[in-house]
Structure formats: C-alpha cells, structure tokens
C-alpha cells in the first residue's frame, strides 16, 4: 500500500489545491487501460453469442457491456423467447 501511496503522490504538492485532482490523474495513469477496453470487447462477443443461440442477441450484448461475465449467467439463466403465434399461410 505504501508503494501505492508513493506512486500516486509522486510529483505532487499536498498544500497545492488541486492535490486532489493531480493523485487521481496519478492512480489513472497506473490503469492498464488496453488491457481492460480488449476485455471488455471481449466479454461483449461471448455475451453476443450466447444471446444469439439464446434468441436475443441485443439482450445479450447490453448484459454483456454492463455486467461482463455475470451478464453471460444472466443470459444463459433466462428462458429463451417464446415464438409467436402465425397464422398459418393460405
């Protein structure tokens, strides 16, 4: 923790008033940011292919986005549509 606290007040006046503003840029730029946006593109293809073999495939995508992983349980755990009643052709 103390390795934490020495990266993110590395450079930074605590009497200066925007300390605040500079630490939290500082714990930003620790961020592996590339890491976690493929991810995240990732966890939005699966939950697009379990929505699409699950019948709803926009459903599986926003529950993909918002959730990650936890989103595919949502998916998989849902029944999938009903189909809708078609009167027969003539």
């Known amino acids: 923790m103390d390795a934490l606290l020495a990266k993110a007040s590395q450079g930074v006046d605590p009497d200066a008033p925007d300390a605040f503003f500079q630490i939290f840029l500082n714990l930003l730029n620790l961020m592996p940011w590339a890491a976690m946006f493929w991810w995240s593109v990732a966890f939005v293809v699966v939950g697009a292919l379990l929505g699409w073999f699950r019948g709803r495939t926009v ?31 003539l």
């Open 59 to 89: 459903e599986g995508i926003v529950w993909a986005a918002a959730l990650g992983p936890i989103g595919w349980i949502v998916i998989l755990i849902r029944p999938r549509p009903k189909p809708r009643a078609e009167p027969p052709p």
